[in-house]
């Protein structure tokens, strides 16, 4: 499984990192540009981050490759961190963010949301002598997990007062400081922690519990019906 999305993240994108001219976000407006803005993580491998070669690589650079190759237009990436997906896609500064990003009632607020393109799950990550069967075990531990996340917002609420909840920037950080160990336990998706295990096999990383099933979406900015029936089209097929 993991060669098979290192292999996705084989072909490597020359994009423009530019922020000067607004997306244009309708669908008419796109293929008429000939330029789609997609916003893609910055530093999340596997789903994306800088490459060797100074190129932007990974699983969501991928979907934004197929995406710009099925309408025929040329792909600008915008990297972008957690916090600023939604933000980018309402202030028109992308066209459509593909960052793992995951839905929600208050997310749906701001933006719309396609099917889901990836079935990822989020959950409790640890080595096997870190006793942890469920939340309530994170009494007297240290967290780690990126901040602003679903995640988060998941611990934040149900976590026990002992629990020490380490946030971090984004993804990247939350990897290191688990590794370098800063916390006990990683809260994050499983394919993160796929690429943890990969990288240290001597940590035989478990999953102590599953916190949510968290599949990935497309995120659309409220009001282009057009761009969104296209990409759930584009997902489906």
Do not use: C
Request: no cysteine; proline share 5%.
């Amino acid at each position: 499984m993991w060669k098979k999305l290192t292999g996705l993240g084989g072909a490597l994108l020359s994009a423009a990192l530019v922020f000067a001219s607004p997306a244009t976000a309708e669908l008419k407006d796109i293929l008429q540009s000939g330029t789609i803005k997609i916003a893609t993580p910055e530093n999340f491998p596997p789903f994306g981050s800088l490459g060797a070669d100074g190129e932007y690589e990974g699983y969501d650079i991928d979907v934004a490759k197929l995406i710009a190759e099925d309408l025929g237009v040329e792909l600008e990436l915008v990297p972008v961190t957690s916090k600023q997906r939604i933000p980018f896609l309402e202030t028109d500064r992308v066209d459509l963010v593909i960052s793992t990003l995951g839905a929600n009632p208050e997310r749906a607020k701001s933006i719309w949301f396609s099917h889901a393109y990836a079935p990822f799950f989020s959950g409790a990550f640890a080595k096997p002598d870190v006793a942890v069967a469920s939340i309530m075990d994170f009494d007297g531990k240290k967290i780690a997990v990126t901040g602003g996340t679903l995640e988060d917002l998941a611990i934040t609420e149900d976590a026990p007062e002992g629990a020490e909840i380490i946030r971090f920037g984004d993804n990247a950080a939350t990897i290191a400081a688990y590794v370098s160990g800063q916390a006990d336990v990683i809260v994050t998706g499983n394919m993160v922690a796929l690429g943890i295990a990969n990288d240290n096999p001597d940590f035989d990383l478990q999953t102590k519990f599953i916190i949510a099933n968290s599949p990935s979406y497309i995120g659309v900015k409220t009001g282009n019906i057009d761009l969104l029936q296209w990409v759930n089209v584009f997902v489906l097929h």
